[in-house]
């Protein structure tokens, strides 16, 4: 076995520690800014508003675009509306309000159903670049920044939850010289993540062959995994984003450790 592989199951969490240094005090346990939804959908952010709060984020806000006023749920108690664009997704107008929670949150989570527009992926990548705290992206966020790959990986206390098939484009977008298929056996792909992740210091979360891999800094962590709707609803990327606001030094032992639970 590779000394930088390193495998969790339910009975054997490998940081017990994380869970029992959560903080008891939702004043202590950071906040959580959501950005997401569009005129079609705000699903993945109502989600990402319940679970935050459940495993155990002190505060959390979200950010939807201003066409949803009147169809928010009443459970979304703390929720900023922003421009929205002719498509129904947030505008580059929205860019003060992104601003704005940046100086509030712990820590930023992209959690999709962002609509497939470009003026919303010029948003996305301006955000990216004036914002230099702990950031989370899954779900069509991720494909929103795909002209962004490369300032992507560079960036430091970044977390990406990704399906196989968008850790394929990333690879591709920043040339880096390994070709993923789908076929590819797991112990292959920890090779491949651990390489890439000394390179950069990016944290990589996807799911192959049953085993959701998390990668950060050379590390490689594989936890048997089940349950791929859980990733695919945004509530995996969003346990993470939770558990990282108060673990933001060891953002590996956060996110393997948000699995268990």
Known sequence: MYTYWQQQTTEKPLFP?????KPEQRS?????????????????VAEAYSTALTTGAGEVRVILPDVLKKTIPPIITDAVF??????????????????AMARYATGILLIGDAGRNSET??????????????????????DLMKNASQQLVERPQTLLVVSFAQLQKLFQSVYYPKILTFGMQLQQLVEA??????????????????????AHNGDV??????????????????????????????????VVASLLQ
Do not use: C
Request: aromatic share 10%; hydrophobic share 45%.
């Open 221 to 254: 962590v594989t936890t048997p995994w089940q349950n791929p709707m859980a990733i695919w609803r945004g509530n995996t990327a969003t346990r993470a984003a939770s558990y990282l606001l108060w673990n933001e030094k060891k953002p590996l032992e956060a």
């Open 28 to 44: 202590l346990a950071g906040r959580l800014g959501v950005v997401g939804g569009n005129k079609l959908g705000f699903s993945a």
């Open 121 to 142: 992926a010029i948003l996305y990548e301006r955000f990216l670049l004036d914002y230099d705290g702990q950031l989370t992206i899954t779900r069509d966020a991720v």
């Open 82 to 99: 922003a421009a929205t664009n002719p498509s129904g997704s947030l505008a580059k107008e929205a860019e003060p309000e992104l601003l």
């Open 17 to 21: 520690d994380i869970e029992w240094n």
């Open 193 to 214: 993540l651990h390489k890439f992740t000394i390179t950069y210091p990016v944290t990589i979360a996807v799911l192959h062959k049953d085993h959701f891999i998390v």
